[in-house]
């Protein structure tokens, strides 16, 4: 085909979409979607990807350099930015630490710094301030905190002051937006933190964290937060208490330098810091790095688990929507083929052969994917330029700056024009090949559904789901086969669409065979059952379109519940749902009015259980913790876990069991155990850590030594009760066996759990009388996916009802000789709309359950992709649940409800045209 010839079918293609406004409109949105989506979507990483610049801004603000201390005693080894990673390098048993290590433990960190940077240089503490708990309008809640002068630029980039004025005066500090909103406070109020009572803070000024948005913190002058709160902390009272708690954080020291004029830290300096212990992040090293040659730490990188699944889902979902996007549109195209089929005819009547017929419905795809593809470029960016703050804040960091890639969006649109090309093949293909004598009487004629065909694309669904099944499981990752993607990738991209297009080649045969079943229906389901039959031509289309959508909406589904299954049987309550438990650090003699302040404050709250823990007192002072021995040595190295008393209201409320046995055994003397790995021939037994004989005298070291006592058990076995504890005995058992008690909770487990607000209330007035206690309610796991679940419905009722209305239209255009010649026996005006709904039904039908076999394929494939790449081992599972919800809405509900529409808006008038002899 010639110039001219291409001129000419791209000037009829234009006409055309002018002529059908409504259907180039449906066209222009479905190809136009996507791509905002992606343009929008590119707009957004490269913005948040941040330049150099950018980044040390967020480091250090306006500072030269920001240098830490986290590993005391060894070397280490850095990325330019430290953050990107560090590697300590401690000596050997055998060796002795370095001069500079040495140097290091014996010298004060601010005044090593200062000797090794050059002579003015000014130092200032940047290390957070411990976590706290600070008063709010109802109650008390957690925040982070820090020390900061925001009255100068120092700090600008790293924590910048938004609204308000900067903290100037004593007492004044600046907070979060997160935390007046959940504090109910506003500038101008006044806090207090936990243990600083006395000494309120003034709220002067909202500041952000640009790399965190959602952080809650209270930041105040230097000097005015953290050591006063170290300094009220209270200090462990015996030797449990002592015991380091394994989830305690570990305070960095850090420092933001500012240097000189003219001065700067180069690589060689960095490195002579990380000698002595100390990690650097230099101003100058990070806009101008090293080679990676001259930098150690890179020589000793390794894979982070799942650092290759993002590839694979990336892939995958962006192969998916394109392919759905293609069979969205296919359709309309076919639609304005059909309503032009006499035009069509008459081009290749005056000469024009099959391939120009053709090039006038690609002509189609080119005009309306270029407009379209245009349009959803320059629609995606200015919806991220309007919506930036949502985004960052969604994001929970701050864009660097609007960063626009052209090379990215022209080849996004390119995407966008060849996916509307690819939707146009079809369509032209069949328009080359009709029979221009039909055509132009306005007949067609049914061909039979090809079996081969049909058998191709049943082999290629089976192909395809072992494919993208098999290879999720066996290809190697992080191996690259084909530019970027490794095999993994294309094995799960690749079978998952080869699945969905051997679908799509079934639903001929699979329609035909539907249309067999037309004789034992009444007349209009009967009549619409065929005629979606007879014309596979315009039934196909439609059907893969919804297949389609119903495919990504049920993949996404399925991985998103399967991943909310998975996570929900991680979390490991710490009781029953609903319980409200007041945690306790030592006895004091508080405690009755604390219990009774939370009764007070939480009315209905039922039965109080008193919970203590054993210990065992072997000298003044001096006692320990009383735990349960395993039956088996391999448990030990999880940690022993401790012994409870209770009676029998704790068996209730702690573990929520309602068992006579157990409680009556309780009463008995026995210990109640919940993990048989604890018990051994009816018996339990007690391990008491300790020292032998007569207190200790002063002057006397303890010599550590183990006493074991045994006792009778019963076993309840159940998992859920024992992730609440191992075991309970009674406080009678325990004063038997000479042991203490030490008050470790209260635990209430009302019909309803209470209201956040309430815990705030209970919580403050619980800590006005002991600032050490805790107030906890139990409230279980909190799905993350119903955000998800609600946006795949709404996705898929708004693609199901367009593609009924393609469906509708499609149907329209290819069977107005059949509508006349029912109008011409006599037949009801009501007819034309019972035929709509029905076909419009029908596809909606089959497409639906064809979109929801074909999208467990990538579903299932991407979890079995994310097992391996974060466990390493063919041998863990996760769950494959099903959203059964989402699928009955999709497979019952929306068709329904699209054949109601459809009928709704068909006009019942029928054509009556001029028929051909």
Same mark, same amino acid.
């Given at each position: 085909?010639?110039?001219?010839?291409?001129?000419?079918?791209?000037?009829?293609?234009?006409?055309?979409?002018?002529?059908?406004?409504?259907?180039?409109?449906?066209?222009?949105?479905?190809?136009?979607?996507?791509? *905002?989506?992606?343009?929008?979507?590119?707009?957004?990483?490269?913005?948040?990807? /941040?330049?150099?610049?950018?980044?040390?801004?967020?480091?250090?603000?306006?500072? +030269?350099?920001? *240098?830490?201390?986290?590993?005391?005693?060894?070397?280490?080894?850095?990325?330019?930015?430290?953050?990107?990673?560090?590697?300590?390098?401690?000596?050997?048993?055998?060796?002795?630490?370095?001069?500079?290590?040495?140097?290091?433990?014996?010298?004060?960190?601010?005044?090593? *710094?200062?000797?090794?940077?050059?002579?003015?240089?000014?130092?200032?503490?940047?290390?957070?301030?411990?976590?706290?708990?600070?008063?709010?309008?109802?109650?008390?809640?957690?925040?982070?905190?820090?020390?900061?002068?925001?009255?100068?630029?120092?700090?600008?980039?790293?924590?910048?002051?938004?609204?308000?004025?900067?903290?100037?005066?004593?007492?004044?500090?600046?907070?979060?937006?997160?935390?007046?909103?959940?504090?109910?406070?506003?500038?101008?109020?006044?806090?207090?933190?936990?243990?600083?009572?006395?000494?309120?803070?003034?709220?002067?000024?909202?500041?952000?964290?640009?790399?965190?948005?959602?952080?809650?913190?209270?930041?105040?002058?230097?000097?005015?937060?953290?050591?006063?709160?170290?300094?009220?902390?209270?200090?462990?009272?015996?030797?449990?208490?002592?015991?380091?708690?394994?989830?305690?954080?570990? +305070?960095?020291?850090?420092?933001?330098?500012?240097?000189?004029?003219?001065?700067?830290? +180069?690589?060689?300096?960095?490195?002579?810091?990380?000698?002595?212990?100390?990690?650097?992040?230099?101003?100058?090293?990070?806009?101008?790095?090293?080679?990676?040659?001259?930098?150690?730490?890179?020589?000793?990188?390794?894979?982070?688990?799942?650092?290759?699944?993002?590839?694979?889902?990336?892939?995958?979902?962006?192969?998916?929507?394109?392919?759905?996007?293609?069979?969205?549109?296919?359709?309309?195209?076919?639609?304005?083929?059909?309503?032009?089929?006499?035009?069509?005819?008459?081009?290749?009547?005056?000469?024009?052969?099959?391939?120009?017929?053709?090039?006038?419905?690609?002509?189609?795809?080119?005009?309306?994917?270029?407009?379209?593809?245009?349009?959803?470029?320059?629609?995606?960016?200015?919806?991220?330029?309007?919506?930036?703050?949502?985004?960052?804040?969604?994001?929970?960091?701050?864009?660097?700056?609007?960063?626009?890639?052209?090379?990215?969006?022209?080849?996004?649109?390119?995407?966008?024009?060849?996916?509307?090309?690819?939707?146009?093949?079809?369509?032209?293909?069949?328009?080359?090949?009709?029979?221009?004598?039909?055509? /132009?009487?306005?007949?067609?004629?049914?061909?039979?559904?090809?079996?081969?065909?049909?058998?191709?694309?049943?082999?290629?669904?089976?192909?395809?789901?072992?494919?993208?099944?098999?290879?999720?499981?066996?290809?190697?990752?992080?191996?690259?086969?084909?530019?970027?993607?490794?095999?993994?990738?294309?094995?799960?991209?690749?079978?998952?669409?080869?699945?969905?297009?051997?679908?799509?080649? #079934?639903?001929?045969?699979?329609?035909?065979?539907?249309?067999?079943?037309?004789?034992?229906?009444?007349?209009?389901?009967?009549?619409?059952?065929?005629?979606?039959?007879?014309?596979?031509?315009?039934?196909?289309?439609?059907?893969?379109?919804?297949?389609?959508?119903?495919?990504?909406?049920?993949?996404?589904?399925?991985?998103?519940?399967?991943?909310?299954?998975?996570?929900?049987?991680?979390?490991?309550?710490?009781?029953?749902?609903?319980?409200?438990?007041?945690?306790?650090?030592?006895?004091? $003699?508080?405690?009755?009015?604390?219990?009774?302040?939370?009764?007070?404050?939480?009315?209905?709250?039922?039965?109080?259980?008193?919970?203590?823990?054993?210990?065992?007192?072997? #000298?003044?002072? #001096?006692?320990?913790?009383?735990?349960?021995? $395993?039956?088996?040595?391999?448990?030990?190295?999880?940690?022993?876990?401790?012994?409870?008393?209770?009676?029998?209201?704790?068996?209730?409320?702690?573990?929520?069991?309602?068992?006579?046995?157990?409680?009556?055994?309780?009463?008995?003397?026995?210990?109640?155990?919940?993990?048989?790995?604890? *018990?051994?021939?009816?018996?339990?037994?007690?391990?008491?850590?300790?020292?032998?004989?007569?207190?200790?005298?002063?002057?006397?070291?303890?010599? $550590?030594?183990?006493?074991?006592?045994?006792?009778?058990?019963?076993?309840?076995?159940?998992?859920?009760?024992?992730?609440?504890?191992?075991?309970?005995?009674?406080?009678?058992?325990?004063?038997?066996?000479?042991?203490?008690?030490?008050?470790?909770?209260?635990?209430?487990?009302?019909?309803?759990?209470?209201?956040?607000?309430?815990?705030?209330?209970?919580?403050?007035?619980?800590?006005?009388?002991?600032?050490?206690?805790?107030?906890?309610?139990?409230?279980?796991?909190?799905?993350?996916?119903?955000?998800?679940?609600?946006?795949?419905?709404?996705?898929?009722?708004?693609?199901?009802?367009?593609?009924?209305?393609?469906?509708?239209?499609?149907?329209?255009?290819?069977?107005?000789?059949?509508?006349?010649?029912?109008?011409?026996?006599?037949?009801?005006?009501?007819?034309?709309?019972?035929?709509?709904?029905?076909?419009?039904?029908?596809?909606?039908?089959?497409?639906?359950?064809?979109?929801?076999?074909?999208?467990?394929?990538?579903?299932?494939?991407?979890?079995?992709?994310?097992?391996?790449?974060?466990?390493?081992?063919?041998?863990?599972?996760?769950?494959?649940?099903?959203?059964?919800?989402?699928?009955?809405?999709?497979?019952?509900?929306?068709?329904?409800?699209?054949?109601?529409?459809?009928?709704?808006?068909?006009?019942?008038?029928?054509?009556?045209?001029?028929?051909?002899?």
């Amino acid at each position: 085909m010639n110039l001219t010839s291409l001129k000419l079918a791209l000037r009829i293609a234009r006409r055309d979409a002018l002529r059908a406004k409504g259907r180039s409109a449906l066209v222009l949105a479905m190809i136009a979607l996507p791509v *905002i989506g992606v343009a929008g979507a590119d707009v957004v990483y490269r913005s948040a990807q /941040l330049d150099p610049g950018e980044r040390v801004a967020r480091v250090m603000g306006t500072a +030269d350099a920001l *240098i830490s201390y986290p590993a005391p005693g060894s070397a280490v080894q850095q990325a330019p930015f430290a953050d990107d990673g560090t590697r300590y390098v401690p000596s050997g048993a055998d060796q002795a630490s370095t001069p500079e290590v040495a140097k290091s433990l014996r010298t004060d960190p601010a005044a090593l *710094i200062t000797s090794l940077l050059p002579a003015g240089s000014r130092l200032v503490p940047a290390a957070p301030g411990p976590e706290a708990t600070a008063s709010s309008r109802d109650g008390l809640f957690a925040t982070a905190t820090g020390e900061a002068d925001l009255t100068g630029s120092l700090w600008s980039g790293r924590l910048n002051v938004v609204r308000g004025h900067a903290p100037n005066a004593p007492f004044q500090a600046a907070v979060t937006q997160d935390f007046l909103n959940q504090s109910g406070l506003s500038l101008g109020s006044t806090t207090t933190l936990k243990g600083l009572e006395k000494q309120p803070y003034t709220l002067t000024a909202v500041v952000e964290y640009p790399g965190d948005l959602s952080k809650v913190a209270l930041i105040g002058r230097p000097g005015e937060v953290i050591t006063p709160l170290k300094d009220a902390q209270p200090a462990p009272k015996d030797f449990a208490a002592a015991v380091a708690d394994p989830g305690d954080t570990i +305070d960095v020291p850090a420092w933001l330098v500012q240097l000189p004029a003219g001065d700067s830290l +180069d690589w060689n300096k960095v490195q002579e810091f990380n000698r002595y212990g100390y990690t650097v992040t230099s101003r100058s090293v990070a806009l101008n790095p090293p080679p990676r040659s001259a930098v150690p730490y890179y020589r000793f990188q390794f894979t982070l688990p799942g650092s290759g699944f993002t590839a694979v889902v990336v892939a995958t979902v962006a192969g998916m929507a394109l392919l759905e996007t293609a069979l969205l549109a296919g359709p309309a195209f076919a639609v304005g083929a059909r309503r032009s089929r006499r035009q069509l005819a008459l081009v290749a009547a005056a000469g024009g052969d099959r391939s120009q017929v053709g090039a006038v419905v690609l002509g189609a795809g080119v005009v309306l994917g270029t407009v379209g593809a245009a349009a959803g470029v320059l629609l995606g960016t200015g919806l991220v330029a309007v919506l930036r703050p949502w985004f960052e804040q969604t994001a929970g960091s701050r864009f660097g700056h609007l960063d626009l890639h052209p090379l990215d969006l022209l080849g996004i649109a390119v995407v966008g024009l060849v996916t509307a090309l690819l939707a146009a093949v079809l369509p032209a293909v069949q328009a080359a090949r009709q029979d221009v004598v039909q055509s /132009l009487r306005g007949t067609t004629r049914v061909k039979p559904a090809g079996r081969r065909i049909t058998l191709l694309g049943a082999l290629m669904v089976l192909a395809g789901a072992a494919t993208a099944l098999l290879g999720a499981s066996v290809a190697q990752a992080n191996r690259l086969v084909l530019g970027s993607y490794d095999a993994r990738t294309l094995a799960v991209f690749g079978g998952s669409v080869t699945a969905e297009l051997g679908l799509l080649l #079934c639903t001929p045969m699979l329609v035909s065979l539907l249309g067999r079943l037309a004789h034992h229906l009444p007349l209009g389901p009967r009549l619409a059952l065929r005629d979606s039959a007879r014309h596979r031509g315009r039934t196909a289309p439609a059907v893969a379109a919804m297949m389609a959508a119903v495919a990504g909406a049920v993949a996404v589904g399925v991985y998103t519940t399967s991943s909310d299954a998975q996570a929900k049987a991680e979390y490991r309550a710490a009781a029953p749902s609903g319980a409200v438990t007041l945690s306790l650090t030592n006895d004091d $003699p508080t405690v009755p009015r604390m219990r009774t302040t939370v009764e007070e404050q939480l009315p209905g709250l039922g039965r109080r259980a008193d919970i203590a823990q054993v210990t065992y007192t072997f #000298c003044d002072q #001096c006692s320990s913790d009383v735990t349960f021995k $395993p039956d088996t040595p391999g448990q030990q190295n999880r940690g022993l876990p401790r012994v409870l008393a209770g009676d029998a209201t704790a068996l209730h409320n702690l573990f929520g069991l309602n068992d006579p046995a157990a409680e009556a055994a309780l009463a008995g003397g026995k210990a109640v155990v919940f993990d048989p790995g604890y *018990i051994k021939d009816g018996k339990v037994t007690l391990v008491l850590q300790g020292a032998i004989g007569a207190p200790v005298q002063p002057g006397q070291s303890v010599q $550590p030594s183990q006493h074991e006592v045994s006792l009778d058990a019963l076993l309840v076995d159940n998992p859920v009760e024992a992730a609440y504890g191992t075991g309970l005995v009674s406080p009678a058992t325990v004063e038997q066996l000479h042991l203490q008690l030490r008050s470790a909770k209260s635990v209430w487990l009302p019909a309803a759990a209470p209201t956040e607000q309430d815990q705030q209330r209970a919580t403050a007035a619980v800590n006005g009388i002991n600032a050490s206690a805790e107030l906890d309610v139990e409230r279980g796991f909190q799905s993350k996916s119903d955000l998800v679940t609600l946006a795949l419905t709404g996705f898929a009722v708004l693609v199901v009802l367009g593609a009924a209305g393609i469906a509708t239209g499609l149907a329209a255009a290819d069977s107005r000789p059949d509508q006349a010649t029912l109008a011409a026996v006599g037949a009801p005006p009501r007819i034309r709309r019972t035929l709509a709904g029905l076909q419009c039904g029908l596809i909606a039908v089959v497409g639906a359950v064809l979109g929801t076999l074909s999208g467990y394929v990538p579903a299932v494939a991407l979890r079995r992709a994310r097992d391996l790449a974060y466990s390493g081992s063919q041998g863990v599972h996760t769950p494959i649940l099903t959203p059964w919800s989402l699928i009955l809405l999709v497979v019952l509900v929306l068709p329904l409800v699209a054949g109601l529409v459809a009928a709704a808006t068909t006009s019942s008038r029928i054509p009556l045209g001029r028929r051909a002899s």
